[in-house]
């Protein structure tokens, strides 16, 4: 079945970039996401990209995705305290289900 | 565009009680999908409907539970006889169409006692 791997957690200081990485097994997936949650909210859909593309900016995100080894990450510049959350790997095939993985906890450090 | 919107944002229930909760997705999305996320997971899905059909119930949704879209519009997840491990984050998510990315509201969160 699918799943989707990321790690647990993550420290930054304030202004420098952070890069959340995921990894997936499915690979017939044609939409990767990332959403961020922030604490007793739902989930804030970031940015998406489909499978037939390699990387994606906007702003101050930019997604890199390595479809051969089915890694994707996300890269937040000037990462700022705001930023602090748990941002979920996610992937879908078309219309289906998406599939989360457990999520990584940013910590930004003033 | 308001944002899909669910009630209520907290329900905290004695086991074996049936609650309801409601999901007014985005405006013309056709699609909505049920979400459940225990603490420290990502989101599970439940189902989802297109329109009012129920195309795809995931094998975590047991027979306490129900959802409708009689109207295709509005939905309801309700469980039967609560159960301790029915506590979790009930999410809901819209979509227009089969290839735009789902939105999702700030959940209900359900505490069994």
């Known amino acids: 079945g699918e799943d989707v791997e990321q790690s647990l957690f993550l420290s930054v200081r304030e202004g420098d970039s952070s890069v959340i990485n995921c990894t997936y097994t499915?690979?017939?997936?044609?939409?990767l996401y990332w959403y961020k949650q922030e604490p007793g909210a739902g989930l804030q859909l970031l940015t998406y990209?489909?499978?037939?593309?390699d990387m994606k900016q906007d702003q101050r995100l930019t997604v890199l995705l390595n479809k051969k080894d089915k890694h994707l990450s996300l890269r937040i510049a000037d990462t700022q305290t705001g930023d602090s959350a748990i941002y979920f790997c996610?992937?879908?095939?078309?219309?289906?289900?998406?599939?989360f993985g457990t999520g990584t906890k940013l910590q930004v450090i003033p | 565009d308001t944002g899909v919107s669910q009630n209520p944002r907290h329900k905290i229930t004695k086991r074996g009680q049936n609650v309801t909760f409601r999901c007014d997705p985005i405006?013309?999305?056709?699609?909505l999908y049920w979400y459940r996320q225990t603490l420290g997971q990502g989101p599970e899905f439940l189902t989802y409907?297109?329109?009012?059909?129920?195309?795809?119930k995931s094998r975590l949704l047991s027979d306490r539970f129900s959802a409708e879209r009689p109207k295709g519009s509005f939905s309801t997840l309700e469980i039967q006889r609560t159960e301790q491990g029915d506590s979790a984050m009930y999410l809901c998510?819209?979509?227009?169409?089969?290839?735009?990315?789902?939105?999702f509201g700030d959940g209900t969160r359900l505490s069994i006692l």
């Open positions: 998510a819209s979509s227009p169409s089969q290839n735009q990315p789902q939105h």
């Open positions: 499915d690979s017939s997936s044609t939409y």
């Open positions: 990209i489909f499978s037939n593309m």
């Open positions: 996610a992937e879908s095939t078309g219309y289906q289900k998406v599939t």
């Open positions: 405006s013309e999305h056709n699609r």
């Open positions: 409907f297109q329109n009012e059909a129920q195309l795809e």
